[in-house]
């Protein structure tokens, strides 16, 4: 099997030696850039993963996330590596169409793991791709939700979700005022990684809610239990 490809982005020079050489014994394929302009640079589609730091100088890991998937196209999976660790930073980095977000300091050992949860979930999500699905669109007088194409439109305006929101909305919105728990949509949205926390389901929450509009106070959540789609 083809060796995945890691950029590592941080302006730290020991830091990306040591996640370098890690890496590579892990059996990965690794390059590094010392700023967010070198990695735009280096950046193509044969790499299967970002590690970005968020506070370099020059361009910011918030800035290159943006220029990475709207000036190159690329879907490229990111994980932020940050000591940043505020709630408006996660809200920052997840509107970008970041994967995951690693604390500083944090052990090799959970930069590993968390690796390797996201490329066996993109993966996954790869082959499920290939796959046809028969068309199926639902729709009212405001919200239109096409299925097969992954499309949700509100007043005909298309709602920019990442793979994340589009399937957690798909979850609550199936199965309308139905409680899901927040393991639930863990397990269910994120179900082979088990180092996304709690409150990864509550930042995607707020920015759905935001991006949804009206139909965003629909997303209810029942305190103690959990979130649900409501009819009313």
């Known amino acids: 099997m083809e060796k995945a ?25 690794v390059d590094v850039a010392y700023s967010g302009e070198e990695a735009l640079e280096k950046l193509d589609a ?10 370099m100088g020059g361009i910011n890991g918030f800035e290159t996330a ?30 970008l169409g970041a994967d995951d977000y690693i604390a500083k300091p944090f ?3 959970e930069v590993n793991a968390r690796i390797k ?46 793979r994340r929101e589009f399937e957690l909305f798909r979850l609550l919105f199936e199965s309308p005022d139905r409680v899901y728990s927040r393991e639930e949509i863990l397990k269910t949205v994120w179900p082979e990684d088990g180092c996304v926390l709690d409150r990864t389901v509550d930042v995607h929450i707020t920015r759905l809610r935001k991006k949804l509009r009206e139909y965003g106070g629909r997303i209810m959540n029942r305190s103690g239990y959990g979130y649900y789609f409501s009819t009313l």
């Open 46 to 55: 044969t790499f299967s993963l970002v590690l970005l730091d968020v506070m």
């Open 66 to 95: 943006n220029k990475i998937h709207k000036e190159k196209n690329l879907d490229v999976p990111i994980i932020f590596l940050t000591a940043k660790d505020t709630e408006n930073d996660l809200l920052t980095g997840f509107s």
């Open 117 to 162: 949860a996201l490329l066996n979930r993109t993966r996954h999500l790869a082959r499920d791709a290939g796959r046809t699905e028969p068309s199926k669109v639902w729709e009212d007088e405001n919200l239109k939700v096409d299925y097969s194409r992954k499309d949700v439109l509100v007043d005909g305006l298309p709602v920019q979700l990442t």
């Open 107 to 109: 052990s090799i050992k």
């Open 5 to 29: 490809k890691i950029l590592i982005v941080d302006d730290e020079e020991d830091l990306c030696r040591i996640l370098q050489f890690n890496l590579e014994n892990e059996g990965y394929a």
